[in-house]
């Protein structure tokens, strides 16, 4: 159970993560400073930095908040087969992580700006690492690493592809149709994933 104190920070975080977005919306990411992120937040540049290591971190914000979540699902989610914990618990969530008029501001960000492309970059590497440390964590007897990592990057390659989809459509089409279809394409032959 997370504390009163974590609540606040996380809801400080969000909100100013919203702030930022809306500005960068109006102004361009690169226009908009840290100043007046902050300033918009009622808050100091200090202040900001508590919350947020750089400026393109406030784009990222409520998607680091949903994945701890996620990573906790994981860990927490019955049953033995991973392929299947993944697809339950990314299903739960990816409609809540994209299906937002902030999700389609953060994928025009993104297009446009090189900083947030590598951000995003890292960002996925460090959720990756986080959800096969989940599954290795879950399972018993545990997956070994290669297993792991595979399965989550399977699991990504299908997250990648549904937003690749999400967006041509102009965020008409079913995420979770998509998604499904997706985790039914790439499904492993599960006695080949045994230790």
């Known amino acids: 159970m997370t504390g009163l104190r974590e ?6 975080r969000a909100e100013l993560a919203a702030v930022a977005m809306r500005l960068f919306a109006e102004q361009g990411f690169d226009a908009t400073t840290v100043e007046q992120i902050a300033a918009a937040a009622g808050l ?4 900001f930095f508590r919350y947020f290591p750089a400026k393109e971190d406030a784009v990222f914000g409520d998607v680091d908040i949903l994945g701890e979540q996620v990573i906790v699902e994981i860990r927490e989610e019955p049953g033995d087969d991973p392929w299947h914990c993944l697809h ?3 299903r739960r969530w990816q409609q809540q992580i994209h299906d937002s008029e902030q999700a389609q501001t953060r994928l025009r960000l993104i297009e446009v700006t090189p900083s947030l492309r590598a951000r995003l970059h890292e ?3 460090e ?4 959800v096969s ?3 290795r964590a879950r399972s018993d007897p545990p997956l070994d690493a290669f297993t792991a990592d595979l399965l989550t990057n399977a699991a990504a390659a299908a997250l990648d592809t549904v937003t690749q989809e999400w967006a041509r459509t102009g965020g008409t ?5 998509l998604l499904d279809r997706a985790f039914a394409l790439l499904r492993p032959d599960i006695a ?4």
């Open 7 to 12: 609540r606040t920070r996380r809801a400080v």
């Open 44 to 47: 100091t540049k200090r202040s």
């Open 88 to 90: 339950q618990v990314l």
């Open 123 to 125: 960002k996925r590497a």
């Open 127 to 130: 959720w990756r690492q986080s």
């Open 133 to 135: 440390d989940a599954l």
């Open 173 to 177: 089409a079913k995420r979770d149709v």
């Open 192 to 195: 080949g994933v045994a230790n």
